[in-house]
Nanobody
Framework: QVQLVESGGGSVQAGGSLRLSCAAS????????MGWFRQAPGKEREGVAG???????NYAASVKGRFTISHDKDKNTLYLQMNSLKPEDTAMYYC????????????????????WGQGTQVTVSS
């Protein structure tokens, strides 16, 4: 049974940093895609950053240069380092996994990701 468990969310002031973690269990695929998504109240879920098993990454324009996605294969843990946070980054953040190697543009598309975590809240105050 695949489980994704996010952690690391919290409340920070604008300009601060947070690192989100997503621990995966029961999930061992040689070819995969993983991503971070966020959803603010009243808004649709949007892709933030994605990574493939070959190391290819993709970022939403709104976070490029501020956020970094990485995956520790030994620990089977996905990370999102978030720097220079802005109030508009406030949202529930979710990690997701798909046991296929997606096209780069599709890394940020929530559709058809097989597995999702429960989310971790990020709140950025001005």
């Amino acid at each position: 049974q695949v489980q994704l468990v996010e952690s690391g969310g919290g409340s920070v002031q604008a300009g601060g940093s947070l690192r989100l973690s997503c621990a995966a269990s029961g999930y061992t695929y040689s070819s995969y895609s993983m991503g971070w998504f966020r959803q603010a109240p009243g808004k649709e879920r949007e892709g933030v950053a994605g990574i493939r098993s070959d190391g290819t990454t993709n970022y939403a324009a709104s976070v490029k240069g501020r956020f970094t996605i990485s995956h520790d294969k030994d620990k089977n843990t996905l990370y999102l380092q978030m720097n220079s946070l802005k109030p508009e980054d406030t949202a529930m953040y979710y990690c997701a996994a798909d046991p296929t190697r997606r096209a780069v543009w599709a890394l940020l598309a929530p559709k058809d990701y097989n597995y999702w975590g429960q989310g971790t809240q990020v709140t950025v105050s001005s």
